[in-house]
């Protein structure tokens, strides 16, 4: 039975399990042959947002990348409060691990505690993850709940780590328009296929 975690609505601490996301962009649907590269991915990420060059992400680094911040917790193996270039291609290598392939995920949509009808959750994968992965979305049911589907139309998510925004259903433009939320798809059971998106009627 999959866990579920909660996602509030503005910035969480470092290594919490899910936090806001970092930068990516939705693609044109990509073949199923589309492969990872975490020695790439790992210097695209510290290229992007290891502002003072030290070969690290810190937390305030990681409040510009919260895509990356919500995979901290498991990133950080050393727990050193910071993600290293070696600790970066590690996480990554499991994604390739999994493979490509969409596992299922459940996002239930939330605001100050009462499930959000008619809004449109959209994952936009890390720049880091150099344009092999597909982006997803989905709109939520009378429940809050939403399933979804890759760009290319798989159902589920590859594994990755997405920005998160939220647009419709009564909820706060911010969560559309600024990156305060973010998830990590493991995949292969490795990682959370529940997320509960916690929005507040006005995020930080």
């Known amino acids: 039975m999959p866990r579920r975690l909660a996602l509030t609505g503005f910035v969480f601490g470092f290594g919490i399990a899910l936090a806001a996301g970092c930068g990516g962009g939705a693609g044109s649907p990509i073949a199923s042959t589309a492969t990872y590269d975490p020695d790439k991915s790992a210097d695209a990420a510290l290229a992007e947002f290891d502002t003072n060059k030290d ?3 810190a937390k305030a680094e990681l409040d ?3 895509g990356i911040k919500a995979a901290a917790g498991r990133i950080d193996t050393n727990n050193d409060k910071k993600l290293s ?3 970066l291609k590690a996480r990554f290598a499991t994604y390739a691990d999994a ?3 969409a596992s299922g995920v459940t996002v239930r949509v939330l605001l100050n505690g009462t499930p959000v009808s008619g809004a449109t959750v959209t994952l936009t994968p890390e720049k880091c993850l150099g344009g092999t992965v597909p982006g997803g ?7 809050g709940v939403v399933s979804l589907t890759r760009d290319d139309g798989v159902p589920g998510m590859s594994p990755g780590v997405y920005r998160i925004a939220v647009a419709g259903g009564g909820v ?3 969560y559309a328009t600024r990156p305060l939320l973010g998830c990590e798809v493991a995949g292969s059971g490795r990682g959370d296929d529940s997320i509960d998106l916690n929005l507040v009627s006005k995020p930080k």
């Open 55 to 57: 070969g690290a992400l």
């Open 172 to 174: 706060p433009a911010d």
């Open 85 to 87: 270039r070696d600790e």
């Open 99 to 101: 493979g490509f392939g």
């Open 137 to 143: 979305k989905g709109t939520s049911d009378d429940t």
């Open 64 to 66: 510009a990348c919260p």
